[in-house]
């Protein structure tokens, strides 16, 4: 074989190889499953309740009075867990707003309006979200 014979072997080697790792790597990208850390929708804490005690009854198959003394835990952490949110949401407002200001010191005034749709957007979805995920009061 020549030298041109080998090279061009060497180069259809090559090119074969690439080949062959470009169609493996695009068929695991292809076949993968995407991963998220969310399922794009969040339960309310009654269905997340529901969900806990079905899989402790199923899993961990807990009789209906360890079932009453658990829902008492859940409520108990709930009040814990809803005092301590409490406890911090003043200081964690005012992180945010501390944020919010600098944010808006760094952008041109009509940069500013269009920052403060976007907050406006924010919080009207936060406020949804809330309202979905609060219990309904009849």
């Not at 199923?58 to 835990?73: C, G, K, S, Y």
């Amino acid at each position: 074989m020549t030298r041109s014979h080998l090279s061009l072997s060497m180069y259809a080697a090559l090119i074969f190889g690439g080949g062959i790792a470009v169609g493996a790597l695009s068929d695991r990208l292809w076949t993968s499953a995407p991963v998220a850390a969310t399922t794009g929708r969040s339960i309310s804490p009654e269905e997340w309740r529901r969900q806990y005690l079905a899989e402790m009854r199923e899993r961990v198959h807990i009789t209906d009075e360890q079932a009453n003394r658990l829902n008492a835990i859940l409520d108990e952490s709930r009040v814990l867990y809803n005092q301590v949110k409490e406890k911090y949401r003043p200081e964690m407002k005012a992180i945010h707003d501390s944020q919010v200001a600098k944010v808006k010191l760094l952008l041109e005034p009509e940069q500013r309006e269009n920052y403060q749709k976007v907050l406006d957007e924010r919080a009207a979805k936060a406020k949804e979200a809330a309202e979905a995920a609060s219990p309904t009061k009849k």
